[in-house]
């Protein structure tokens, strides 16, 4: 009676609460994405990475940056704050974190010298969020700029890959984003920037509402998929049979991989250090 209620006319459409990397979980390999969002209690994750440990460094660090009064905004005061946000997690040794930890301080440096201390973003980590016909979208901004009278999304970068243009137009998070700060802070908003901190280049694009209408199209397209999945669980399929793992290279860092016999025999454990540019 209850699934036949939900689909009577004149009811409202029950939105599907999604953030970008829930549905790119799920596209990823829907094993990872039960793992994640699905079984309780969630199964235990592998270790840290030190890829991520340097962005989360960099992040809380240009975060903090902002929020001091423009007058302590130098690059000293970056680098403190990176040192201060710095963990070692993840690294091969304390040499090898000391190394990278350097080493983000110099991209720091060199990015906050080329910023305005002035220029007060609108928005730094800022939650926003937007409705679709079939989704509830929300996500975290790292930081939202005016430039004249339209805002910017802006997201800090630190992998050893310079990002590129496609990139950013390809990008479902990013636009994700520009479809949340247009409905959030009500004011216009086509352009979205990746400020890759290692090579101190920007990738940009600005959407049109046809790029928009896309990315939303391809995310209501996953979000079927995951209600399809989670539904055919409820009637008694299988876990495994209903969110199926998606075997390759990826399984290599899954942070589910100790829970995934299938992860485990695709392809071998990598070290978590491997992804840093001259470790690998």
């Known amino acids: 009676m209850g699934s036949a209620q939900l689909e009577m006319p004149g009811m409202p459409r029950r939105l599907f609460p999604a953030t970008p990397s829930k549905l790119a979980t799920f596209s990823d390999c829907p094993r990872r ?124 970068k630190t992998g050893r890959s310079v990002c590129t243009d496609d990139e950013a137009r390809g990008s479902a998070a990013l636009a994700a984003y520009v479809l949340g700060v247009r409905r959030t802070l009500r004011r216009p908003c086509r352009r979205v ?28 397209d996953v979000a079927a998929d995951i209600g399809a999945a989670t539904a055919a669980l409820a009637e008694g399929r299988s876990p495994d049979d209903a969110f199926p793992a998606t075997p390759g290279r990826q399984c290599g860092w899954c942070d589910f991989r100790p829970s995934c016999p299938t992860g485990q025999a695709a392809t071998p454990a990598r070290e978590t250090w491997s992804f840093l540019a001259d470790e690998a």
């Open 33 to 156: 994405y039960r793992f994640a969002y699905v079984d309780r209690p969630t199964p235990p994750r592998g270790p840290a990475w030190a890829h991520n440990s340097i962005g989360a460094a960099v992040h809380a660090a240009l975060r903090s940056w902002w929020e001091l009064p423009v007058p302590r905004r130098t690059a000293g005061a970056a680098r403190q704050l990176l040192y201060t946000a710095w963990s070692p997690a993840g690294f091969r040794d304390a040499e090898q974190s000391d190394r990278w930890r350097a080493r983000a301080a110099g991209w720091l440096t060199e990015y906050v010298a080329g910023l305005d201390p002035a220029d007060e973003p609108v928005g730094t980590e800022r939650q926003v969020a937007a409705t679709t016909e079939r989704l509830a979208l929300s996500g975290r901004i790292d930081r939202i700029d005016q430039r004249g009278d339209e805002l910017v999304v802006v997201d800090y």
């Open 193 to 220: 920037e990746l400020h890759h901190l290692p090579s101190g280049t920007v990738a940009a694009f600005e959407h049109t509402d046809r790029s928009l209408a896309n990315h939303v199209r391809r995310a209501e």
